[in-house]
């Protein structure tokens, strides 16, 4: 369910299908300790990830929804196997966006303490992206994260026969509350 500072997004027309989908998973939560939620394991087997590969949702699973959300949606991956759960392999997704052009349903590559993570552009405020993602506070949720260089390292764009007419910038006020740490 879309929290009430996006709904906006109910109204905006056609949806790019990898934002629709993502907003069908808003609330998906990982189960601490030994069990895993049922939804991101599956996800897990649609790519053709064995139990040996990913086995449970207290691993990092930003870029397995993020691969699955591209799969399902018919947009192309240029990586396989183990790179599935990589943040750091959208960098080679669609073409690059340029600095200050990111837009609705655009991916978004952040460094963080321990590595990388990504997610999908919803809406911005003067210095934050509203991203939802996968494996951000424990869910799949929109959370929102610093445009400083420190944080952000670069947007991706994909679009076969043109973007639907909903894909622009969306500005929002900042809560204030940023992620850090998307773990």
Same mark, same amino acid.
């Given at each position: 369910m879309l929290p009430n500072k996006y709904s906006f997004l109910a109204d905006i027309g056609t949806l790019p299908k990898m934002v629709a989908l993502g907003i069908s998973l808003l609330g998906t939560k990982e189960i601490p300790g030994p069990k895993s939620n049922p939804t991101i394991l599956k996800m897990a087997a649609d790519l053709g990830l064995t139990k040996d590969m990913y086995s449970n949702d207290d691993e990092a699973w930003c870029a397995l929804v993020q691969s699955?959300?591209?799969?399902?949606?018919?947009?192309?991956l240029p990586f396989k196997?183990?790179? @599935? @759960?990589?943040?750091?392999?959208?960098?080679?997704w669609g073409i690059p966006v340029p600095l200050g052009q990111e837009m609705l349903g655009?991916? @978004?590559?952040?460094k963080r303490p321990a590595g990388?993570?990504?997610g999908m552009y919803i809406a911005e405020?003067?210095?934050t992206f509203a991203t939802?993602?996968?494996?951000?506070?424990n869910e799949y949720s929109i959370v929102e994260i610093?445009? +400083?260089h420190d944080r952000f390292i670069e947007a991706r764009r994909l679009y076969a026969i043109g973007p639907p007419a909903s894909v622009k910038k969306y500005i929002v006020d900042s809560t204030g509350k @940023?992620?850090? +740490?998307e773990a």
């Open positions: 699955w959300i591209c799969v399902q949606s018919g947009k192309p196997g183990y790179d @599935l @759960l990589r943040a750091r392999s959208f960098l080679k655009d991916i @978004l590559v952040f990388f993570h990504v405020s003067k210095t939802m993602g996968g494996n951000q506070r610093s445009k +400083n @940023l992620s850090t +740490n």
